[in-house]
């Protein structure tokens, strides 16, 4: 890995990278939708809910609306796959609502995850550099056993991945240049954002994020410095 | 403990709580001391340079400059003691500066601190909550094994304790009400700004943490929540 010498940073994408937001999310929303006599299935609940994450941080990222934590974004768009159903919210109570947005936050890692993270926190400095807020990743931390040395990210920058600013502040606040940090994600767009200010670039197939008909990121679509299966492997990759 | 049974998250002061800036600094600065024939005693040294931290956040405090880290507080604050000592700038190369300041990021923990934060840690989430900035606490960690979950404190607040933003801030970063945080540190000032604003508070006496003619801090100054010897007390008065 020499064009990994000067790295001493792992700034990692979380949901879909570190943990299996599907399944966790799917599991939290099942006992909901049952007791509300919502007739969807919980893995498509969970897709539909985190098909409105894109467009709802890109309102933040055009500037059309100031910058909000994640689990504000999540809570709005919980209500909207809620409507999309014709939920009836006269009976849901906002406790209720509370508790499932914190799905987002009782999110199982992928069996690789926690064992490689220490691993690969021997050597370098780990952190989350994630679009989640720093409470949201603190508790999915404590919730998986997730390792953080550091929680980076949107709320540290003010703005969202793939915002260059998001990867630039994240750098300045460990205190580090571009080139001394890897980006590791298993999403295309988030190493070409990283890549293209001058991190490095670590790419894990997780071919399962979005369940068994996935069709994106099922392989890496550039030359990044590193790709690998698992984080397993990028421990492995990267000498650990 | 009756009345921190809300308490979820501890926050730490770092310096003089959790490591001996006192001894890492004047290790730091003998060998600089002595290749550039500054005749003095380096824990002098350290408790001069020291000496400036409070005036030099008081500034930003004040609102007289904008909120800087404190790396580069501490850099300006070393030019200010190396000049009173009457330094030939034109010797000392911007490098050396450089690594000097980085002493800040490379302090013993107390015997008691990684151990005891190991236990605290199996039932809170703890977090740095110092003035220090993000990569100087991330550092520092690494250095000494600090196991933090989370970085908070200065940075994430854009202002210096004892300002009350300094502590509400992040409290909102972690999503928890101030009740719901206990301050642990050494120093009274911390712990009655804390106390103002509605965390608990855990004092840990350090008396020699600046040497053995300590005058201040030597004994809690107010009825605080938990008052301890050490962070291994600490870990037992919160049952963990």
Known sequence: MTNLHEVSFLGFDVFGTVVDWRSGVARAAAPFLQRHGLNVDPLDFADQWRGLYQPSMQRVRSGERPFVTLDVLNRENLESVLAR???????????????????????????DSVTALTRLKGKFSIGALSNGHIAGMLNLAKFG???????????????????????????????LAPAQIAMVAAHNSDLAAASAIGLKTVFVRRPTEHGPGQTSDLKAEQDWDVIVDSLTEAADALGC
């Open 85 to 111: 159903h014709d939920a009836d919210f006269g009976g849901i109570t906002n406790a209720e609502l509370v508790d499932l947005n914190k799905a987002w936050e009782r999110l199982d890692p992928w069996p």
């Open 145 to 175: 056993g997730l390792p953080w040395d550091v929680i980076l990210g949107a709320e540290i920058a003010g703005t969202y991945k793939p915002q260059p600013q998001t990867y630039l502040k994240s750098a300045k606040a460990v205190g």
